[in-house]
């Protein structure tokens, strides 16, 4: 994987993350253990994405993954 391609799945990563920690705070949710929590499971979804192999942009099946190999 080359740089952009990194700062693209940084990217995807704070956008899940971001908005599972926002969810709950805007739910009511203010400790910050649980919130943290939800930061570190907004990962799965860009986790999830990366192993799938059909995914175009950088999943284990793209170009950039590849070219990685």
């Known amino acids: 994987m080359n740089i952009e391609s990194l700062k693209q799945v ?20 203010t400790d910050p253990k649980v919130l943290a929590y939800a930061f570190i499971a907004g990962f799965v979804g860009p986790a999830a994405k990366y192993l799938d192999k059909s995914a175009k942009e950088f999943g284990r099946g793209s170009k950039q993954a590849q070219d990685a190999i």
């Open 10 to 29: 940084a990217l995807t990563y704070a956008r899940a993350a971001g908005a599972a920690v926002i969810a709950l705070y805007m739910a009511g949710e």
